[in-house]
């Protein structure tokens, strides 16, 4: 049989090799992508280029809600991709300026300090850069440069560009975040997501080159990503969770809330939520229009109330870099609106992140099965890329060598 087609597997085995469903596939194509020995070698899959096992053909894309989404949540999988040498541009959605107050929660009354969200909204990106920066040079100090960058006409976005290294990127929508982790707020991406509001405006941190304030549709911030994902062509996507698990505890009814903001209440923040449906319409859209990627979905909140799944020299890694991020060490980077979110600080692991700091999970982690042995002796592997499920099989039993990748039964999005 020839390498270029797949070996003949029951379509109950290519369930079972695929996770039975999208979400477990492509957590188990986060495996394949990782692990494997043999990636993909031709360009069908990965776009025009070398092989996925030169980290410049390689190219991540995380789309988070709040400046530290990525360090709590897709930490250290984050940094072992930035330090690899791929290309990694991180889209943060939201300015994240909550109360306005740039405080310790463990300050004796926080409530005393003056409110300036753009202020802090500012403060939460230079943390932000400062992590990254550690994470790719070693570095928090590290220079960026900061540009204002129209993806769709008549709108702008704030680009970073970490100077030592390019092709670290962050980008900042500057969306109003919901200030509420559950409570119902029209003014919110689950508001606009919902159709609870038809635009949602953008908060300019102090500082910013965009020029003036922007309201998006739902539409808009769906093809501002599809852009970005034109943009990057990453080789794999990292969302927050799209399947936040329901408490029992229903959110209280009040008289003038939206019928469409109606529903359960859920273990993590409704921003999390709500970007990751974001990224999965601009997913859907970018479907055909370029490389397909392994998505990778990653709990939030909900990663705190499960069982510990990093080792401490891990967890404590994690934890320095949220208190880069949280300016804990105090440093001086020039900007008197701050360097770092003082709400996070040096408490990250000692009880300040409610045990976010000792786990990172996938929805759906996967398992082995995405390997299985053929009639005729050649293993076959299986992952879906860009909601499609593909195969590569061994050239022939034993060899260890896979062909090229063919898609198997269909599309699955």
Same mark, same amino acid.
């Given at each position: 049989m020839s390498p270029a087609h797949p070996p003949r597997v029951s379509r109950r085995r290519l369930l079972q090799a695929t996770g039975g469903g999208v979400l477990a596939a492509t957590a188990g194509a986060g495996v394949w992508a990782? @692990?494997?020995? !043999? &990636?993909?070698?031709?360009?069908? &899959?990965?776009?025009?280029? $070398?092989? /996925? =096992?030169?980290?410049?053909?390689?190219?991540?894309l995380q789309v988070i809600a709040h400046a530290d989404d990525g360090l709590y949540f897709m930490n250290p999988d984050l940094e072992q991709s930035l330090r690899g040498g791929a290309r990694s541009v991180t889209v943060c959605l939201t300015g994240g300026e909550a109360d306005g107050r740039n405080v310790s929660r463990r300050a004796p009354d926080p409530a005393r300090v003056p409110e300036d969200r753009a202020a802090f909204a500012r403060a939460r990106a230079n943390g932000l850069r400062a992590a990254h920066a550690a994470m790719a040079t070693g570095n928090p100090a590290a220079r960026w440069d900061v540009a204002a960058l129209s993806l769709l006409p008549g709108l702008e976005v704030e680009i970073q560009t970490l100077r030592d290294a390019p092709q670290h990127q962050l980008i900042f929508l500057g969306l109003v975040e919901a200030r509420a982790v559950w409570q119902s707020r029209a003014a919110s991406l689950r508001g606009l997501w919902l159709g609870a509001t038809g635009t949602l405006p953008t908060l300019r941190p /102090?500082? %910013?080159?965009? *020029?003036?304030?922007? !309201?998006? %549709?739902r539409d808009q911030v769906t093809e501002t990503l599809v852009a970005v994902l034109d943009r990057v062509r990453p080789t794999v996507v990292r969302t927050l969770d799209p399947n936040a698990v329901h408490s029992r505890r229903r959110p209280p009814a009040t008289p003038d809330r939206d019928p469409r903001l109606v529903g359960p209440r859920y273990y993590d923040h409704q921003d999390h939520t709500a970007s990751a449906y974001f990224a999965q319409a601009a997913l859907a859209a970018y479907a055909g229009r370029g490389r397909p990627a392994v998505v990778e979905n990653y709990l939030g909140y909900e990663a705190g109330a499960l069982p510990n799944d990093l080792d401490l020299e +891990? +967890? #404590?890694? *994690? =934890?320095? @870099? @949220?208190?880069?991020? $949280?300016?804990?060490? !105090? #440093? +001086?980077?020039?900007d008197p609106a701050g360097c770092g979110d003082r709400k996070v600080g040096g408490s990250a692991l000692n009880g300040g992140s409610r045990n976010w700091t000792r786990s990172t999970r996938l929805r759906a982690p996967g398992s082995n099965a995405w390997v299985r042995r053929a009639a005729d002796g050649r293993l076959a592997a299986f992952a879906v890329l860009g909601g499609t499920a593909y195969c590569w099989a061994e050239t022939r039993p034993g060899s260890g060598s896979f062909g090229a990748p063919v898609p198997v039964g269909g599309e699955l999005l």
């Open positions: 990782r @692990l494997s020995d !043999h &990636p993909p070698r031709t360009a069908e &899959p990965a776009g025009p280029g $070398g092989s /996925l =096992a030169d980290p410049a053909a390689q190219s991540f /102090l500082g %910013t080159p965009v *020029k003036r304030q922007f !309201h998006y %549709t +891990a +967890a #404590r890694r *994690k =934890a320095r @870099l @949220l208190s880069v991020y $949280g300016w804990a060490d !105090h #440093r +001086a980077c020039g």
